[in-house]
């Protein structure tokens, strides 16, 4: 299950000149090598700048397609059944690009990645929390003619000076729509914006939420109502949110009962799939089948999955973890 991904954080630099050359654009690197290069940041800014600005070679419908697709052959890869996907529609429509363009390039793609792989997907809408509230309530209206295509809304972008109460009355305005509701709330933001999140949007998943433990009560409360936290761990090294894969609290969380999920947020940018997100966990945090299967569980139920096929789901990963179990106790 990925429940934390950004579809334009899956442009590998391979396609943005693809892409570039397509449409006659010129990237602010001159070869594939230079722009992987560049993947080196010193915290969250530094790297939505080159990302809103690697965003320009996505153009048209059929860039979203071709985008969403390599994406999906990835997560079919890593043997992914369902994938929610955050996308940023101001990135795009700022630049011209109709709303429709990038949700009907998206939902083509997520109908052939069904057909092709089994996957199935659902699209969560993003505000950029560094723009007004005006423009994100003028998003939500945009993307009105689109309501039935979308699960949720969600809230990213620069967190620091940007807190979960700027959006009170957009997220009030989507949940009366009927959409579910989830927010990136204490990446690089302090444990209050949890608390915001959850008191003010009334989110039903925190993106990330690892600095929580700075606030003990909260993570009392975190176990108390299993608010799921969907947790990317590579993505918390590369942005510096933590200084090395082994000093990750994701590991204590999950032991004190945290409803903790793993995945994988912008794996173009930060070195690795949901796959390489786990098996560095496993590799780094010592976690071992009982915890991986339970990460694998959280995340079935914390999906927008409806209560049958998570059930199937889970009924499936049972199978399958009997089945390795079995497998390793054999000679
Ligand atoms: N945090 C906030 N906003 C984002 C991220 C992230 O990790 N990735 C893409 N937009
Ligand atoms: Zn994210």
Request: aromatic share 8%; net charge negative.
């Given at each position: 299950m990925e429940l934390h991904l950004h579809i334009e954080g899956t442009l590998e630099p391979e396609l943005a000149f693809a892409l570039a050359a397509r449409h006659g654009i010129a990237l602010p690197y001159p070869t594939v090598e230079a722009l992987r290069a560049a993947?080196?940041?010193?915290d969250l800014q530094s790297f939505l700048d080159l990302y809103y600005k690697t965003?320009?070679?996505?153009?048209d419908r059929s860039d979203f397609y071709t985008l969403a697709m390599a994406y999906f052959a990835r997560a079919h890869a890593d043997n992914i059944v369902h994938a929610e996907l955050f996308f940023d529609p101001q990135t795009h429509t700022s630049r011209g690009v109709p709303m429709g363009d990038v949700i009907g390039g998206l939902r083509d793609a997520m109908a052939d990645a069904e057909r092709r792989y089994g996957i199935t997907s659902e699209l969560i809408l993003c505000f950029?929390?560094?723009?007004?509230e005006e423009d994100a309530l003028a998003t939500l209206e945009a993307a009105m003619p689109f309501r039935s295509e979308i699960v949720g809304v969600g809230l990213d972008s620069g967190e620091r000076g940007n807190p979960?109460?700027?959006?009170v009355h957009v997220f009030a305005r989507a949940k009366s729509l009927g959409f579910r509701l989830v927010a990136h709330a204490?990446?690089?933001?302090?444990?209050a914006y949890i608390r915001e999140a959850l008191?003010?949007?009334?989110?039903e998943r925190i993106d990330?939420?690892?600095?929580?433990?700075?606030?003990p009560a909260l993570v009392e409360r975190l176990i108390r109502e299993r608010t799921p936290l969907t947790v990317c761990p590579l993505s918390n090294v590369k942005l510096r949110v933590v200084p090395r894969l082994a000093d990750h609290n994701l590991a204590r969380l999950l032991a004190r009962g945290v409803n903790i999920t793993i995945h994988s947020d912008d794996p173009a940018y930060f070195g690795g799939y949901l796959g390489d997100n786990f098996r560095a966990c496993a590799a780094?945090?010592?976690?071992?089948a009982h915890q991986l299967t339970a990460l694998c569980e959280n995340a079935i139920r914390a999906s927008f999955l409806p209560a049958t096929e998570k059930a199937t789901h889970l009924s499936r990963l049972r199978r399958a973890v009997a089945q390795w179990t079995m497998r390793s106790l054999l000679p």
């Open positions: 993947y080196s940041f010193g965003c320009d070679v996505l153009r950029l929390r560094h723009l007004p979960p109460a700027k959006f204490g990446e690089e933001g302090p444990a008191d003010l949007l009334q989110v990330h939420g690892v600095r929580c433990e700075e606030d780094e945090l010592g976690l071992g």
